[in-house]
């Protein structure tokens, strides 16, 4: 088991009334599954991504993340293990726009003891990997959308990690980018990297093994 949800709430109180974001989620995922996570806009699509990324905390309920019980975790730890296991590509890129395409690529390596040489190499790979070489000293704002997202991407995949989570990926991209992204999801899910991915697209959602639908921040049953 990659990790576990059990009986996941989060909500929000406002005027003293909880409004729940996510509602009794129990979500387990084995390694090496490639899941899609479909639903209408304010679902809570990017909430639990965010939440199983461990970008944002929870109300109630158990999380285990190959077996460390991440409710009861510090948040420093809990940066650990995502910057250790975790590549998250988000829907708007969230590039650092002062840092070269270069330099964004090599961050997540920042955090790991990783000497320069192997850095500047694994980095060349990445540039190499995605055709973006001739890109390495512009900054975000000096690329299209599709640029960004494959910037966002080798950046979510230079520390080799064991998950990748994407929120609607290729939701700024046109089809053949969107295309051609989970085409690499796919080879990289065959080398045995877990995703989950939220989509707003049936067809990209096809390429998932299992697909499930959230609604008002609950799984909806099928
Ligand atoms: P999705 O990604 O499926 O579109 P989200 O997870 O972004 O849905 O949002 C789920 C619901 O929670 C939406 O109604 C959104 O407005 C609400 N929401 C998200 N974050 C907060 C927050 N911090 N405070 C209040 N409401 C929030
Ligand atoms: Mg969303």
Do not use: C
């Not at 709430?9 to 009334?17: D, I, L, Q, S, Y």
């Not at 690529?105 to 192997?118: F, V």
């Not at 900054?139 to 989570?165: E, N």
């Amino acid at each position: 088991m990659l990790l576990e949800l059990n009986h996941i709430f989060k909500w929000v109180t406002t005027g003293g009334r909880r409004i729940f974001l996510l509602k009794d989620i129990n979500f387990k995922v084995e390694e090496g599954e490639f899941i899609s996570i479909m639903g209408p806009s304010g679902s809570g699509k990017s909430t639990l991504l965010n939440v199983i990324g461990m970008l944002d905390t929870f109300n109630e309920g158990e999380y285990t993340f190959l077996d460390t019980p991440v409710h009861q975790m510090k948040e420093k730890h809990r940066a650990n293990l995502y910057k250790e296991y975790i590549g998250f590509v988000f829907q708007a890129y969230h590039l650092i726009d002062e840092l070269t395409v270069y330099e964004n690529i090599e961050t997540p390596l920042l955090y790991k003891k990783i000497k320069s040489s192997e850095r500047k190499a694994l980095v060349a790979d990445m540039l190499d990997r995605f055709n973006i070489v001739g890109k390495k000293d512009l900054f975000p704002s000096q690329l299209s959308g599709g640029q960004q997202q494959l910037v966002g991407i080798a950046r979510a995949l230079i520390g080799k990690p064991k998950l990748i989570l994407a929120d609607e990926p290729t939701g700024n991209l046109n089809s053949k980018q969107g295309e051609e992204i989970m085409e690499l999801f796919k080879e990289l899910n065959k080398d045995g990297v877990t995703i989950i991915q939220a989509t707003h697209s049936e067809t990209n959602a096809a390429y998932g093994n299992r697909i499930l639908n959230l609604l008002d921040g609950g799984w909806v049953k099928s």
